[in-house]
């Protein structure tokens, strides 16, 4: 094998999601770079795969130290195998600075696809998941988490964060007050493991129900699943209603016919687009 740095997505809390090829490239790794060395010691062991001297930390304050050494490794022929706590290294967990020094140093770049708590929150939410964006966590305090909260008023995507179980109650009171209490939400808690649990409702039922302990629980890991801003509706103008009228009326249909599609269509008052319809039936009597 060639030296390479290797991404292998590891479980988000249930053992059974380690999948054979993850075990196969920590097995065959010359050094496995992780977040915590001592819970991926107890994750290699429940693999079956042994630690040796293998094991170093890289975690947030590191990484760039780190990502210089073991790019060297990998350029000398060492296969390193980058894991986190939970899922896949590089979102909002060390592994981006490893990648990024890899690819401006000519090592190659392989990734072991595993679970992923962004992912498996979104599809389990039952809001839109076509079109989505990933905000990780929040700025805790200050203008920096006003500004990003701005930007998410707005957002019309699916917004998925994470957040710790402290601040899990301030942050849906924050996304209640800034994109509003009507938005739709789903927080997952625990997902995979045995407590897992995923609340569904608006954000200003999230924070109602947390208020009296009856909403998320704000215990273990936690996925907020917000609902994208409604897109705003732009009123078609009247010539836009003549235009569409005209081109029913020049295709053989009564004006009521043609009011009755084209309110259809664009969704505007009838009473308007059957005026205009008439209208338009005078002028071509005229010409």
């Excluded at 390479?4 to 479980?11: C, E, Q, R, S, Y």
């Excluded at 000519?106 to 076509?130: D, I, R, T």
């Excluded at 649990?197 to 924070?207: D, K, P, S």
Aim: one cysteine or more; a neutral charge.
């Amino acid at each position: 094998m060639t030296g390479a740095v290797v991404l292998v997505g590891t479980p988000i809390g249930n053992l059974g999601d380690l999948s054979p090829r993850a075990v196969e490239a920590l097995r065959d790794a010359d050094v496995v770079a992780a977040e915590d060395t001592r819970r991926t010691r107890i994750l290699l062991s429940a693999a079956g795969v042994a630690a040796g001297g293998r094991l170093v930390s890289v975690r947030e304050h590191n990484e760039a130290e780190m990502a210089e050494k073991l790019v060297r490794r990998a350029l000398d022929g060492a296969r390193v195998a980058c894991v986190t706590d939970a899922g896949m290294p590089g979102i909002s967990d060390p592994g981006e600075r490893l990648v990024r020094r890899a690819v401006e140093s000519g090592v190659a770049v392989e990734v072991v696809p595993g679970p992923s708590a962004a992912l498996s929150a979104l599809v389990v939410s039952g809001l839109p998941a076509g079109r989505f964006v990933f905000e990780g966590f929040l700025p805790r305090k200050g203008p920096e988490r006003a500004a990003r909260l701005g930007r998410l008023a707005v957002e019309d995507r699916t917004i998925v964060l994470f957040e710790s179980p402290q601040r899990l109650v301030a942050t849906l009171a924050d996304l209640a007050g800034v994109l509003g209490p009507g938005r739709s939400v789903a927080v997952g808690r625990e997902l995979t493991k045995r407590f897992e649990t995923v609340w569904r409702g608006t954000l200003g039922q999230a924070v109602e129900a947390t208020a009296a302990g009856e909403g998320p629980e704000p215990r273990g890991e936690q996925v907020i699943v917000c609902a994208g801003a409604p897109e705003e509706r732009v009123e078609p103008g009247d010539e836009e209603i003549r235009q569409a009228l005209r081109a029913e009326l020049g295709s053989g249909a009564s004006a009521r016919d043609a009011t009755d599609t084209v309110t259809s269509g664009l969704g505007v008052s009838r009473r308007k687009v059957y005026a205009l319809a008439v209208a338009l039936r005078q002028e071509g009597k005229a010409e």
